[in-house]
């Protein structure tokens, strides 16, 4: 399972930096570094985990929903419901202060935890967990290709579901359900169909779908955390000369950015490959 190997390869790199305790915290737009520790992906309010190196976890939530939910979803992690989740924290770090701490990501600390007048010191190692993040484990990567199959196994339901008269979030629904049926837990999905409506993809409308609309998607399912996304367009119907010039273009574009991909090489380069293609 990805969370135990995670778990196994954080209190490894603890080891080696010499690091006894670890505190990552998370909310609902940055959750990477509490998801690595904890498993559990945060919906609402703000969350810290603290890793110690003998193994022991436990997290903290300043939200009773989450609290109770992560009280399910994370066997094994002591959890803490405290509104006040900085002082919480603090209090149980004043028990360890002769003890080497760490913070992922320190930036992201509330103020009074990450303060260096406390009378604990917290060392930054969002770095250490970046590389951590970064480099993929077996168990993380076919998880990541599980959830990008699905993705594409979504968006054949998505072809089948899109027909004129539809409404788009009735087209919407289809996709949630298949993806529930399948035993995906989350799934960011947006919609444009349209006129001016598919250049800004949008949650679901009441638009009817009309032959010879421009359908664009985004669908991104998740397995165990990580997330898989694609965003697609079709042509309802029979593409017209222009679609199909359109098309060939973004084609063009997205092989460039492929044959970019290599080891070493940056986002920027990936899209300059692809950006030049366009400014053709």
């Known amino acids: 399972m990805p969370a135990e190997a995670r778990r196994r390869h954080l209190l490894t790199a603890m080891a080696d ?32 985990a603290l890793v110690s190196s003998d193994g022991a976890a436990e997290l903290f939530l300043d939200s009773a929903t989450e609290a109770e939910r992560a009280e399910a979803e994370t066997p094994g992690i002591k959890i803490h419901f405290a509104p ?5 924290v603090g209090a149980r770090l004043e028990r360890v202060v002769n003890h080497r701490l760490a913070a992922a990501p ?6 009074w935890l ?18 951590l993040l970064m480099h993929k484990l077996p168990a993380e990567i076919a998880a990541l290709r599980r959830a990008a199959q699905m993705a594409d196994d979504a968006y054949a339901v998505f072809r089948d579901a899109v027909k004129p008269g ?32 598919v250049f800004g993809m949008t949650p679901p409308s009441e638009r009817r779908i009309a032959s010879g609309d421009l359908v664009t998607t985004e669908l991104t399912p998740a397995v165990e955390g990580y997330f898989a996304q694609i965003c697609r367009t079709l042509v309802v119907g029979k593409a017209t000369d222009a679609q199909r010039r359109a098309f060939g273009v973004f084609r063009e574009a997205l092989s460039a950015g492929i ?18 293609v366009f400014r053709k």
Request: charged content about 25%.
């Open 114 to 131: 990450a303060d260096k007048g406390r009378g604990f010191a917290l060392e930054d190692a969002t770095a250490l967990l970046d590389r």
């Open 84 to 88: 006040d989740v900085a002082r919480a």
């Open 166 to 197: 539809r409404r788009q979030y009735e087209v919407v629904a289809d996709i949630e359900a298949y993806l529930r049926r399948r035993g995906c837990p989350d799934n960011f999905m947006i919609i444009g169909s349209g006129g001016t409506d």
């Open 17 to 48: 930096a010499g690091i006894e305790h670890m505190v990552l915290y998370g909310n609902a737009w940055q959750g990477d570094y509490l998801r690595y520790a904890a498993d559990f992906g945060i919906l609402e309010g703000h969350g810290i």
């Open 259 to 276: 044959a970019a991909v290599r080891p070493g090489a940056t986002a920027a380069d990936v899209a300059r490959a692809e950006n030049g």
């Open 106 to 111: 320190l930036r992201f600390l509330p103020n």
